[in-house]
């Protein structure tokens, strides 16, 4: 991987909790609207680096470590692992770095998170694109990945991590062994006594566990989109955003743009052909 282009960055939560984030500051060059991207649950801002490179010439983008993942602190109230505290540091984190108006882009939970936007804070959102995610999160897939990430196995290496992520998750779209191993290196941390370990808080699937055991009705929130242009991809395997799901959304919001990737699982890592084109063609004239 290149030299980093971004401007690692920092804010403080209204708890106290420091905040990581990336800034790929375009500059002078930035005249397209800014983009906002938010990881799924045990994700970071890594992520979306590619991605980030390839809008960075005409537009900032900003990435976001929730709170217990990657280079944020990890909290010590567990109990603040919660979408509504998630909803509120990104909030402040738009007003720290002056994000007045952005395209939100959101992976499974940032997914959430971006339709929850429309709600609380409407006239930020100025688009959404969402990763893999819909109103309706399919319990039976939840339920599997919860126990793929629970389980905190540390690995020795970096090829035993790699061959461990294959194993796990055969269904995304990374190809070469470069793809695993920055997937990898997005995924795990080197601890202090070698072994490589998860890089968020394993309290964060126990709070989702213990405080959200019934998925809420999230229609009311993807219905705040409906007059936002908004990008909805999925991947044609993923068991946790069914095809049903799609099509309702499309019945709702009848200016939806779609894109299925058939081959893939959850979640499209946003680097595939197809997906480059259809976020290049979406963000044209934002």
Known sequence: MSAPTYRPRYLTARDGLSL????????????RV??????????????FDRLARRLMPSRRVVALDYRGRGLSERAPDASTYDPTVYLDDIRQLMAAAG????????????????MALGVAAPTTVAAVILNDVGPVIE???LSELRKILSRNEPQPDWPSAIAHLRNVLPDLSLTS?????EFAKATYREDSDGLLRFDW???????LDTKHSAIPDLWPIFNSLKR?????????????????????????????ETLTLEQVGHAPSLDEPETRKAIDDFLRYL
């Open 177 to 181: 062994d470069g793809d695993w191993l």
């Open 201 to 207: 808080d394993p309290r964060i699937i126990q709070a």
């Open 20 to 31: 990581f984030y990336r800034d790929y500051d375009a500059g002078s060059r930035a005249n």
């Open 228 to 256: 936002v242009p908004t990008l909805a991809i999925r991947g044609g395997r993923s068991r946790v955003f069914q095809a049903e799901t799609l099509d309702a959304m499309r019945a709702r919001h009848p200016g939806l």
């Open 139 to 141: 319990a039976d897939g």
């Open 34 to 47: 800014p983009a906002l991207c938010l990881s799924g649950l045990t994700r970071n801002s890594a992520d």
């Open 99 to 114: 994000l007045h108006r952005a395209v939100v882009l959101g992976t499974s939970l940032g997914g959430l998170l971006a």
